[in-house]
């Protein structure tokens, strides 16, 4: 096995990417050029420590029970399956919140696309403490990488076309800026991150107040701030004329048939954003996209995402 570097902490500077040892591809580098790790050195080391306590990390009474506490080992986290890798700065942050000795170095960074058998990173360190954060790391990595790789997957099926993928508010409790952002690893693009980021009128808005597009488009304009994207959604072309008309920037085109999406899309060109929506699989997500329409939302990208099939092993020392 090569040789270690010093301790790699990669909760940088909020604003700044993590670094790896090995050389991207030129696909790997657009998408981590764009990548900004969301949390902060202070808020990866709480959440990190939230879950370590949450697993009882410090009171593992297997590890405590059969390994020497001066025993030192090398492992390697490793894919099983081919994916794209999220969630490295937490894995990295659960290994040393246990040992302050440990020392890992990078193979892999997020964004970054790996094939079974690759190694994703090396750590040498305490027996002790890497056996007790083994769980916490790759339950980071595997569901983070999960849902890159599944985003990644939608958005090579739309290659070549003008649609992006989309994710939506579907998201864990707790999570949502850390799936989101393995979104944005995958290569997909980030839907609003909350309620108040933007504007999207449903179909529930509208039975509130009667089915009126204009005047909930009108009020919506009065309460938001300038620059603030007003969508509505609409399942029928008479509800995409009524929100054409009354100023909507962007609409969701909800639940339509191709036939349906591809008219719809030709009647709001050059007037409002169309997105697709409802029910999109990796079966049909192509023929979606070949409608014309701009963006395409999956929310399984956030609450359905299988996690990658990641692995820590050991070598000794």
């Keep these: 096995m090569s040789s270690f570097h010093p301790p790699l902490r990669p909760t940088p ?7 790896a040892s090995r050389t991207p591809t030129p696909r790997d580098m657009r998408a981590v050029q764009s990548l900004v790790f969301p949390l902060s050195p202070a808020e990866c080391t709480e959440h990190v420590r939230v879950a370590l306590h949450e697993d009882q990390a410090s009171n593992d009474l297997s590890t405590l029970a059969t390994v020497v506490s001066n025993r030192r080992v090398r492992g390697a986290i490793v ?13 990295v942050e659960a290994f040393q919140q246990l040992d302050d000795s440990a020392t890992v170095r990078i193979e892999a960074e997020d964004g970054m696309r790996v094939k079974a058998g690759d190694t994703v ?4 360190g305490h027996a002790r403490g890497m ?3 083994e769980r916490t790391a790759l339950n980071y990595l595997q569901h983070l990488s999960g849902i890159a790789t599944l985003t990644a997957r939608f958005v090579d099926a739309v290659s070549g076309t003008s649609a992006k993928i989309l994710d ?29 980021s933007g504007v999207l009128i449903k179909d529930n808005h509208l039975a509130a107040i009667g089915g009126d597009i204009a005047m909930a488009v009108t009020r919506a304009r009065g309460l938001a701030m300038n620059g603030t994207p007003i969508q509505v959604e609409c399942d029928s072309l008479a509800q995409l004329d009524a929100a054409i008309a009354a100023g909507a920037d962007w609409v969701l085109l909800d ?12 009647r709001a060109r050059g007037r409002v954003i169309t997105e697709a929506s409802g029910g999109i699989t990796l079966d049909t997500v192509r023929q979606v996209a070949e409608t014309g329409v701009d963006r395409i939302s999956v929310g399984a990208l956030t609450h359905s995402a299988p996690a990658l099939d990641l ?3 050991f070598d000794g020392l």
């Design 121 to 124: 990173l090396h750590i040498s």
């Design 13 to 19: 500077p909020h604003g700044f990417a993590i670094t």
């Design 168 to 196: 939506t508010r579907k998201t864990t409790p707790g999570w949502r800026t850390l799936e989101k952002y393995a979104v944005r690893a995958g290569g997909g693009t980030n839907h609003r991150m909350d309620l108040r």
């Design 79 to 91: 894919a099983r399956r081919d994916g794209v890798i999220a969630g490295v700065a937490l894995a």
């Design 255 to 266: 639940n339509m048939s191709p036939d349906l999406l591809r008219e719809a899309v030709a």
């Design 311 to 313: 692995g820590l092993d």
């Design 131 to 133: 056996l007790s954060a």
